[in-house]
């Protein structure tokens, strides 16, 4: 199962960088997703885009969805790079359950590997 991380989101817009803020609940963590937008329901959109996908990002508190027609150049905020548990935590989401607690009780892994299964493992509710 592809679990994904929910972060916070920049999004470059020239050369603004602007966080994204849910309106809804003010969460400032998010889910991403590409749609494709041809699609049942979505042929109102004109398909001659050279890329009919969409990018959405999902509020993680409240699910409200967020849609960009551009695939902008988003990620994590530039002054603050990912850790090292957060590095290892995006390697390690399409790992299955027995494999993080393999890293977790297994010796020969450092402590920002075990950080980033555990934190895996409880959003996927597992015990640790
Ligand atoms: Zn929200």
Request: glycine fraction near 6%; include cysteine.
């Amino acid at each position: 199962m592809d679990k994904k991380i929910a972060m916070e989101r920049t999004i470059y817009v020239g050369d603004r960088e602007i966080e994204l803020v849910c309106p809804i609940c003010g969460g400032k963590k998010f889910f991403d997703r590409k749609t494709l937008m041809n699609t049942v329901g979505m042929t109102f959109f004109d398909l001659d885009w050279a890329n009919p996908e969409a990018t959405n990002f999902i509020c993680e508190d409240c699910s409200y969805i967020f849609w960009f027609m551009e695939d902008l150049s988003v990620g994590p905020k530039k002054d603050r790079p990912l850790t090292r548990a957060e590095e290892y935590e995006i390697s390690f989401r399409n790992h299955s359950n027995d494999a993080l607690y393999k890293i977790l009780n297994g010796k020969g892994y450092n402590d920002d590997a075990k950080a980033a299964a555990k934190n895996l493992l409880r959003q996927r509710k597992m015990p640790v």
